[in-house]
């Protein structure tokens, strides 16, 4: 079937020949040179294009922003990126922004036509209206967000706190981390609930645009009343998320800065300055503190809008949380894509998800098992689902949890047990069609058994589980704190802390700690 591509190549030896791998599958081709003719094109094309490519292999990389734009207009159409071998942080900022697949040159052109293939069947879902959520919408409750982690625990406790009060909120993290998802729900618990939501994002919108954006202004012969009011007047009586706030231009943070102390905006073309009752909540993914120190932002509105910030931990610090978060997708996609019943999720696969470290976050992880939802051609997912995580997980191999060869060749050796009982860990968690069993875990060890549920039948505590398996990795590799955190894939001052939260000594883990 004949889609539509936008190609984006400022080179024109490679514009011509990626243009001519994808037109050899029968498929129209967009060239732009620049990001700025790449998006007036998408902009004019939008419900056309059904996958952009977009060469970052030059010099200056993946021009800041772009993918973030081109999300805004048309969050539905895959982006594909490609990029020089050795650009790690080129490849890391277009998964962070949302990317759907990433080619690292040179690639042959079966590559490039087998991933624009992929994600037009992405596409063609989106217009049969299964489309991927990439931006939440309508309410969002604290119960909507997976903590199964200490740190995810605290986030959502003062995330209900902040709800209670009126003051602004400053959310903390890497991009991708959920900061959109907090927001949305501290809205919802707070009450102003019933009023609007209203977001921008300070990134994609160009600095000569955000002041108008956020504050709004008369234009002679403009039709859009919402325009004229700004985002302020958008989200009247309710609340205003206001993302990437360190990129604020200085004129606009000195007019944010007049707004939120005098609480009234003065809008272009009119003589006098309006009342505002809005809620402020602000995310950022650098650290303001260094861009107040470096100039860039003003200390004065820093600690205006600092008054009760709340960091995000990156997914890579909060391991426990992938398995449920692939379980919540899992349902998720195969409910909008009208499967017959959801995919199952192979014990391996989840291992290899566990163990990757997700430089983008939660969005990436989305992304990742909307993908594998979307081109799944069984019942269930499993490493070969996810090609692009398995190719970068060092030491994986596919069908196993990575081993040594002598340990391949020895079902019965300790590592090929205790890693059969991660296996079996994790295949726990993502399992919740089964009844419950006393045996839930299944044996590790002659002697060692670890059950999922409790003498009543009730699954049991999930830091009951962690204890019980941390003591057994004490035991079984008799206290090597490095082995013991490497086989459990945390880092040793996570293991640390762990021991110390659980009273575990480590010279006799079958011992409460003094």
């Not at 993918?67 to 942080?89: H, K, Q, R, S, Y």
């Not at 009586?237 to 706030?245: A, Q, V």
């Not at 999922?452 to 035991?475: P, W």
Request: charged share 25%.
């Amino acid at each position: 079937m004949t889609a539509q591509i936008l190609l984006i190549d400022e080179d024109a030896a490679e514009r011509r020949s990626m243009k001519a791998a994808i037109e050899a599958h029968g498929h129209s081709v967009h060239v732009a040179e620049t990001a700025h003719a790449a998006i007036d094109t998408f902009r004019r094309q939008r419900e056309q294009i059904g996958v952009v490519v977009i060469d970052a292999s030059a010099p200056e990389g993946l021009q800041s922003g772009l993918l973030a734009v081109l999300a805004e207009i048309n969050p539905a159409v895959p982006v594909i990126v490609a990029t020089a071998e050795g650009a790690t942080e080129t490849a890391l900022d277009a998964v962070r922004s949302g990317a759907f697949d990433f080619l690292v040159k040179p690639f042959a052109p079966e590559r490039l036509s087998g991933a624009v293939e992929a994600a037009l069947k992405i596409h063609r879902s989106s217009l049969q209206g299964r489309t991927p959520r990439r931006a939440r919408s309508g309410a969002v409750s604290f119960a909507d967000i997976v903590a199964a982690s200490a740190s995810m625990s605290r986030v959502v406790e003062l995330g209900r706190r902040a709800a209670q009060s009126t003051i602004p909120v400053m959310l903390e993290g890497e991009a991708g981390v959920g900061k959109e998802l907090v927001a949305r729900a501290i809205h919802a618990a707070s009450d102003r609930s019933s009023r609007p939501f209203v977001t921008v994002n300070c990134q994609s919108i160009s600095p000569a645009q955000i002041d108008e954006v956020l504050f709004g202004g008369s234009r002679l012969g403009d039709p859009d009343p919402a325009s004229a009011v700004g985002k302020f007047g958008e989200a009247e009586g309710g609340t205003l998320f206001i993302e990437e706030i360190s990129e604020l231009p200085a004129i606009a943070q000195a007019r944010l800065l007049d707004a939120v102390q005098s609480g009234e905006v003065a809008r272009a073309g009119q003589q006098q300055p309006s009342k505002v009752n809005v809620r402020l909540v602000l995310a950022t993914n650098k650290d303001l503190i260094e861009e107040v120190k470096s100039g860039r932002f003003r200390e004065d509105l820093y600690y205006r809008l600092n008054v009760f910030p709340i960091t995000i931990p990156a997914l890579r610090r909060r391991k426990e949380d992938i398995p449920h978060l692939v379980r919540t997708f899992v349902e998720r996609f195969s409910l909008e894509q009208r499967l017959p019943r959801t995919l199952q999720v192979e014990a391996s696969a989840i291992a290899l998800l566990t163990a990757f470290d997700w430089p983008g976050n939660t969005r990436q992880l989305e992304n990742a098992i909307f993908r594998a939802v979307v081109l799944a051609e069984g019942v269930s997912l499993g490493e070969s689902d996810f090609p692009q995580i398995s190719a970068q997980v060092s030491g994986h191999r596919s069908g196993a949890v990575s081993r040594d060869a002598s340990e391949i060749r020895d079902e019965s050796s300790p590592v090929a047990k205790v890693q059969a009982a991660l296996a079996e860990r994790a295949a726990t968690f993502v399992s919740h069609t089964a009844a419950p069993s006393s045996t839930g875990f299944g044996n590790v060890s002659t002697g060692n058994v670890i059950v999922s549920t409790d003498e009543a039948g009730n699954v049991r505590k999930l830091a009951e589980i962690e204890e019980e398996l941390i003591r057994f990795a004490l035991k079984f590799y008799r206290g090597q704190m490095s082995q013991v955190a490497r086989k459990l894939g945390i880092g040793r001052s996570t293991l640390y802390r762990k021991l110390k939260d659980y009273g575990i000594d480590p010279d006799d883990p079958q011992k409460d700690a003094a």
